[in-house]
C-alpha cells in the first residue's frame, strides 16, 4: 500500500513539474490574473503564488480565452 501510495505521489509531482515546463504564462485561481514567467517583475508573483492556486498555459491567448487577464506590470 505504501509503495502505490508513492508511486502515485510520483507521478503526480512528474504531471506537475512538466506542466511548468511548458508553460511560459502562470495564472492565479484566486484573483484570476495572468503573468508572465519570463518577466522579471512578474518572477516574484509567481514564487508567492501558493502551487494549489496556479495555473499554468503555454499562451497568453489561451489564458484570457480562460478569463485570466495580464497583471499590470507585463
Known sequence: MKRLFVV???ML???VA??????RFVGTKTT???HDSTHSACQQYIKQTKAGNK????????A????????KKC
Open 55 to 62: 495555473v499554468y498555459f503555454k499562451s497568453k491567448k489561451a
Open 13 to 15: 509531482l512528474l504531471a
Open 18 to 23: 512538466s506542466a511548468e515546463a511548458g508553460a
Open 64 to 71: 484570457i480565452k480562460a478569463g485570466y487577464k495580464p497583471c
Open 8 to 10: 502515485l505521489l510520483l
Open 32 to 34: 484570476k490574473k495572468l
